[in-house]
Protein backbone atom coordinates (compact mmCIF):
# COMPACT_ATOMS: atom_id res chain seq x y z
CA UNK A 1 0.00 0.00 0.00
CA UNK A 2 0.88 3.72 -0.74
CA UNK A 3 -0.16 7.18 0.32
CA UNK A 4 1.14 10.12 -0.17
CA UNK A 5 0.27 14.12 1.85
CA UNK A 6 0.98 17.22 0.56
CA UNK A 7 0.75 19.37 4.02
CA UNK A 8 -0.19 22.71 2.22
CA UNK A 9 -3.27 23.17 0.02
CA UNK A 10 -2.05 26.45 -0.87
CA UNK A 11 1.13 28.33 -0.39
CA UNK A 12 1.69 31.59 -1.14
CA UNK A 13 5.02 33.32 -1.99
CA UNK A 14 6.36 36.73 -3.35
CA UNK A 15 8.05 36.76 -6.81
CA UNK A 16 12.33 36.03 -5.94
CA UNK A 17 11.62 34.69 -2.54
CA UNK A 18 11.88 30.43 -2.11
CA UNK A 19 9.40 27.83 -2.86
CA UNK A 20 8.73 24.96 -0.42
CA UNK A 21 6.33 22.59 -1.09
CA UNK A 22 6.08 19.92 1.21
CA UNK A 23 5.11 16.11 0.66
CA UNK A 24 5.13 12.77 2.89
CA UNK A 25 4.91 9.48 1.46
CA UNK A 26 4.23 6.28 2.83
CA UNK A 27 4.65 3.03 0.98
CA UNK A 28 5.52 -0.95 2.16
CA UNK A 29 7.78 -0.99 -0.66
CA UNK A 30 10.97 1.06 -2.44
CA UNK A 31 8.84 3.85 -4.10
CA UNK A 32 9.15 5.86 -7.07
CA UNK A 33 8.38 9.28 -6.62
CA UNK A 34 7.53 12.59 -8.85
CA UNK A 35 6.34 15.98 -8.73
CA UNK A 36 3.67 17.15 -11.53
CA UNK A 37 3.05 20.66 -12.23
CA UNK A 38 -0.84 21.48 -13.82
CA UNK A 39 -0.87 24.77 -15.56
CA UNK A 40 -4.65 26.23 -15.64
CA UNK A 41 -5.75 24.30 -19.06
CA UNK A 42 -2.92 22.09 -18.96
CA UNK A 43 -1.89 18.63 -18.80
CA UNK A 44 -0.13 17.33 -15.78
CA UNK A 45 3.73 17.91 -16.83
CA UNK A 46 6.71 16.11 -15.22
CA UNK A 47 8.80 18.44 -12.96
CA UNK A 48 11.43 15.60 -11.71
CA UNK A 49 11.81 11.81 -10.51
CA UNK A 50 13.75 9.94 -7.74
CA UNK A 51 13.69 6.50 -8.52
CA UNK A 52 16.42 5.16 -6.24
CA UNK A 53 19.71 6.68 -7.15
CA UNK A 54 20.78 10.49 -6.17
CA UNK A 55 18.91 11.43 -3.21
CA UNK A 56 18.77 14.89 -4.28
CA UNK A 57 17.14 14.96 -7.44
CA UNK A 58 16.89 18.00 -10.39
CA UNK A 59 13.97 18.98 -12.25
CA UNK A 60 13.05 21.80 -14.53
CA UNK A 61 12.63 25.22 -14.35
CA UNK A 62 14.96 25.44 -11.71
CA UNK A 63 13.26 23.02 -8.87
CA UNK A 64 14.38 19.96 -6.95
CA UNK A 65 13.55 17.72 -4.66
CA UNK A 66 15.15 15.71 -1.99
CA UNK A 67 14.64 12.28 -1.40
CA UNK A 68 15.16 11.30 2.64
CA UNK A 69 14.11 8.10 3.73
CA UNK A 70 14.09 8.57 7.56
CA UNK A 71 11.72 11.36 7.59
CA UNK A 72 9.78 9.85 4.87
CA UNK A 73 9.70 13.28 2.68
CA UNK A 74 10.26 14.08 -0.55
CA UNK A 75 9.49 17.76 -0.48
CA UNK A 76 10.05 20.65 -3.58
CA UNK A 77 12.06 23.70 -3.40
CA UNK A 78 13.19 26.53 -5.90
CA UNK A 79 15.22 28.99 -4.59
CA UNK A 80 13.20 32.32 -6.30
CA UNK A 81 10.15 31.89 -7.71
CA UNK A 82 8.83 33.44 -10.54
CA UNK A 83 5.31 34.39 -11.34
CA UNK A 84 5.08 31.66 -14.49
CA UNK A 85 5.58 29.32 -11.58
CA UNK A 86 1.93 29.63 -10.47
CA UNK A 87 0.26 26.51 -10.60
CA UNK A 88 -0.92 23.16 -9.08
CA UNK A 89 1.47 20.81 -8.26
CA UNK A 90 1.32 16.99 -7.23
CA UNK A 91 3.41 14.71 -5.48
CA UNK A 92 3.26 11.67 -6.74
CA UNK A 93 4.34 7.71 -5.66
CA UNK A 94 4.52 4.58 -7.57
CA UNK A 95 6.14 1.40 -6.89
CA UNK A 96 9.47 1.57 -8.20
CA UNK A 97 9.49 -1.37 -10.54
CA UNK A 98 6.98 -2.48 -13.25
CA UNK A 99 4.30 -0.25 -14.54
CA UNK A 100 2.90 0.61 -11.30
CA UNK A 101 0.10 3.09 -10.97
CA UNK A 102 0.55 6.29 -9.55
CA UNK A 103 -0.75 7.24 -6.02
CA UNK A 104 -1.76 10.96 -5.86
CA UNK A 105 -1.16 14.13 -2.94
CA UNK A 106 -4.29 16.09 -3.01
CA UNK A 107 -2.53 18.97 -4.71
CA UNK A 108 -0.71 22.58 -3.61
CA UNK A 109 -1.99 25.64 -4.80
CA UNK A 110 1.29 28.08 -5.60
CA UNK A 111 0.70 31.25 -5.63
CA UNK A 112 3.37 33.78 -6.89
CA UNK A 113 2.57 37.25 -6.18
CA UNK A 114 4.62 40.49 -7.63
CA UNK B 1 5.60 14.42 -31.49
CA UNK B 2 2.27 15.11 -30.31
CA UNK B 3 1.22 14.88 -26.84
CA UNK B 4 -1.40 12.79 -25.35
CA UNK B 5 -4.77 14.11 -26.23
CA UNK B 6 -8.50 14.25 -25.00
CA UNK B 7 -11.88 15.24 -26.53
CA UNK B 8 -13.62 16.28 -25.51
CA UNK B 9 -12.19 19.10 -23.19
CA UNK B 10 -15.66 19.41 -21.41
CA UNK B 11 -18.69 18.01 -21.58
CA UNK B 12 -22.17 18.79 -19.59
CA UNK B 13 -24.89 16.20 -19.57
CA UNK B 14 -27.72 15.41 -17.53
CA UNK B 15 -27.71 13.01 -15.55
CA UNK B 16 -29.46 9.44 -16.66
CA UNK B 17 -27.67 10.41 -20.23
CA UNK B 18 -24.48 8.86 -21.39
CA UNK B 19 -21.34 10.24 -22.17
CA UNK B 20 -17.85 8.67 -24.39
CA UNK B 21 -14.09 10.22 -23.05
CA UNK B 22 -11.90 9.61 -26.00
CA UNK B 23 -7.57 9.45 -25.00
CA UNK B 24 -5.10 9.23 -27.66
CA UNK B 25 -2.31 8.50 -26.13
CA UNK B 26 1.58 9.26 -27.63
CA UNK B 27 2.44 7.09 -30.89
CA UNK B 28 4.05 3.58 -30.09
CA UNK B 29 3.53 3.81 -26.17
CA UNK B 30 1.41 0.37 -24.94
CA UNK B 31 0.49 1.89 -21.65
CA UNK B 32 -2.79 3.62 -21.43
CA UNK B 33 -4.04 4.74 -17.88
CA UNK B 34 -7.14 6.59 -17.05
CA UNK B 35 -7.46 8.49 -13.73
CA UNK B 36 -10.13 10.98 -12.78
CA UNK B 37 -10.58 13.71 -9.84
CA UNK B 38 -13.29 14.46 -8.44
CA UNK B 39 -13.76 18.38 -6.92
CA UNK B 40 -11.82 18.60 -3.61
CA UNK B 41 -10.47 15.07 -3.74
CA UNK B 42 -7.03 13.45 -5.22
CA UNK B 43 -6.68 12.21 -8.33
CA UNK B 44 -7.53 8.98 -8.60
CA UNK B 45 -6.82 5.94 -10.88
CA UNK B 46 -9.17 4.09 -12.71
CA UNK B 47 -7.80 1.70 -14.90
CA UNK B 48 -4.35 0.58 -17.28
CA UNK B 49 -4.45 -0.75 -20.48
CA UNK B 50 -1.28 -2.76 -21.96
CA UNK B 51 -1.76 -2.19 -25.46
CA UNK B 52 -5.80 -3.85 -25.86
CA UNK B 53 -5.74 -5.95 -22.72
CA UNK B 54 -6.82 -4.88 -19.38
CA UNK B 55 -3.89 -4.96 -16.64
CA UNK B 56 -5.50 -3.57 -13.85
CA UNK B 57 -9.04 -2.14 -13.61
CA UNK B 58 -9.48 -1.97 -9.97
CA UNK B 59 -9.73 1.34 -9.79
CA UNK B 60 -13.48 1.37 -11.81
CA UNK B 61 -16.19 2.57 -9.24
CA UNK B 62 -19.09 0.85 -10.72
CA UNK B 63 -20.13 -1.21 -13.54
CA UNK B 64 -21.65 2.02 -15.33
CA UNK B 65 -17.86 2.65 -16.20
CA UNK B 66 -16.66 0.77 -19.58
CA UNK B 67 -13.11 1.20 -20.97
CA UNK B 68 -12.13 0.01 -24.10
CA UNK B 69 -8.75 0.12 -26.78
CA UNK B 70 -9.48 -1.58 -29.33
CA UNK B 71 -6.59 -2.54 -31.41
CA UNK B 72 -4.26 -1.12 -28.97
CA UNK B 73 -4.19 2.73 -30.04
CA UNK B 74 -6.92 5.33 -28.73
CA UNK B 75 -9.10 4.36 -25.64
CA UNK B 76 -13.10 5.70 -24.36
CA UNK B 77 -14.37 5.59 -21.21
CA UNK B 78 -17.81 5.29 -21.69
CA UNK B 79 -20.32 6.32 -18.59
CA UNK B 80 -23.40 5.00 -18.79
CA UNK B 81 -25.74 5.99 -16.84
CA UNK B 82 -24.24 9.09 -15.65
CA UNK B 83 -24.55 10.49 -11.64
CA UNK B 84 -24.05 13.56 -10.29
CA UNK B 85 -21.06 12.01 -8.65
CA UNK B 86 -19.70 11.09 -11.78
CA UNK B 87 -18.43 14.76 -11.78
CA UNK B 88 -15.24 15.57 -12.37
CA UNK B 89 -11.76 15.86 -14.85
CA UNK B 90 -10.98 12.94 -16.03
CA UNK B 91 -7.05 12.00 -16.97
CA UNK B 92 -5.59 10.06 -19.61
CA UNK B 93 -1.78 9.29 -19.48
CA UNK B 94 0.30 6.64 -21.10
CA UNK B 95 3.94 5.46 -21.48
CA UNK B 96 6.76 3.48 -23.01
CA UNK B 97 8.18 0.16 -22.20
CA UNK B 98 11.47 0.25 -21.32
CA UNK B 99 11.96 2.98 -19.38
CA UNK B 100 13.97 0.89 -17.48
CA UNK B 101 11.01 0.38 -14.62
CA UNK B 102 10.70 3.86 -14.13
CA UNK B 103 6.70 4.42 -14.56
CA UNK B 104 7.48 8.13 -16.39
CA UNK B 105 3.74 8.59 -17.52
CA UNK B 106 2.76 11.68 -19.93
CA UNK B 107 -0.36 13.06 -19.22
CA UNK B 108 -3.87 14.60 -21.76
CA UNK B 109 -5.13 18.40 -20.18
CA UNK B 110 -8.19 16.53 -19.04
CA UNK B 111 -11.68 16.09 -20.02
CA UNK B 112 -14.18 18.69 -17.35
CA UNK B 113 -17.45 16.13 -16.93
CA UNK B 114 -20.13 18.13 -15.34
CA UNK B 115 -23.44 16.02 -14.70
CA UNK B 116 -26.73 18.07 -14.20
Known amino acids: AQSVTQLDSHVSVSEGTPVLLRCNYSSSYSPSLFWYVQHPNKGLQLLLKYTSAATLVKGINGFEAEFKKSETSFHLTKPSAHMSDAAEYFCVVSRNSGYSTLTFGKGTMLLVSP | EAGVTQFPSHSVIEKGQTVTLRCDPI?????LYWYRRVMGKEIKFLLH????????ESGMPNNRFLAERTGGTYSTLKVQPAELEDSGVYFCASSHPGTGGVNEQFFGPGTRLTVL
Open chain 2, 49 to 56: FVKESKQD
Open chain 2, 27 to 31: SGHDN
